[in-house]
């Protein structure tokens, strides 16, 4: 049984994915809509991160070593625009906070 | 084995739920994948995730040929490296305590990506709409709640921006 829950999960999760580059392989976009989608990364991204701080329940479960670690991140993202800085620091800042608390 | 197959329709619809974002992205790519064989529509999709629209997304490339080559050096790089660290963790997993909370590399990550993501002023602004739309739906089942804050977020950015606009 776990066994075809997988396979039909990777099948549904394959379909998603193919289902509009498929779909909409002829349509010609208006400039609203193009401009629409420019904002999916940013959007999809930041809610992702808000997503993984929050219970089912909707609680946040972010503390003060969490938020600082975050914004850190943010920060670092920025300005290097190098990722394995930006999670070095993040990680690094947590922990730090954590063991000072 | 009505209630074995009812759990797995649970189990299945709720992951396709939480996975519901990557038809976001099948959206945002279409454009691009438009003037594309059609071999490659096939086989792009099984390559996209998180990092891969990222990446696609941060100087759209308008050349069919740049891109599929850009996009399938990124997406088979990420899919190597996800089944290689996807064994190494199954194997470190058990040995490294929960107490170091190494979990929290992930919304790390997807911080990195948001601002790699926000490479303009109102990009920003729409990622800090998402966050805070996103804790707002944060309680609504499996997760859909961050779909409906991206649809909230895109639709409050299209209309203050062009506002004035005819």
């Known amino acids: 049984m776990i066994l075809t829950a997988i396979i039909l999960t990777g099948i549904g999760s394959y379909l998603m994915r193919a289902f509009f580059i498929f779909a909409l392989a002829r349509y010609q976009f208006p400039p609203i809509m193009l401009q629409a989608l420019e904002y999916v990364a940013p959007t999809v ?4 991160v808000v997503s993984l701080l929050t219970t089912p329940d909707g609680e946040l479960v972010a503390g003060v070593p969490e938020i600082v670690g975050l914004v850190g991140t943010a920060i670092v993202a920025k300005v290097s625009g190098n990722h394995i800085l930006a999670l070095l620091t993040g990680m690094t800042t947590y922990w730090l906070i954590g063991w000072i608390m | 084995m009505i209630g074995e197959g009812a759990s797995v329709a649970a189990a299945v619809s709720a992951a396709l739920v939480v996975g519901a974002r990557h038809m976001l992205y099948s959206v945002a790519l279409a454009p691009q994948f438009q003037n594309q064989p059609t071999w490659f529509r096939w086989v792009g999709p099984y390559v996209l995730i998180d990092q891969v629209f990222v990446l696609s997304q941060l100087n759209p490339i308008k050349e069919p040929d740049t891109f599929r080559r850009y996009f399938l050096s990124a997406g088979f790089t990420f899919w190597s490296l996800w089944m290689l660290f996807t064994a190494v963790g199954v194997m470190l997993g058990p040995a490294i305590p929960t107490s170091w909370g190494v979990e929290f590399a992930a919304p790390v990550l997807f911080v990195s990506l948001m601002m ?9 602004g729409a ?3 998402a966050m805070i739309m996103a804790y707002v739906f944060a309680e609504l089942p499996n997760r859909s709640g961050l779909l409906v804050a991206v649809l909230i977020s895109v639709l409050i950015m299209l209309l203050v921006t062009r506002r004035g606009e005819p």
Request: proline share 6%; charged share 20%; aromatic share 0%.
């Open chain 2, 127 to 129: 990622a800090l709409l």
């Open chain 1, 45 to 48: 991204m930041a809610a992702l």
């Open chain 2, 116 to 124: 790699a993501a926000s490479n303009r002023p109102d990009k920003i």
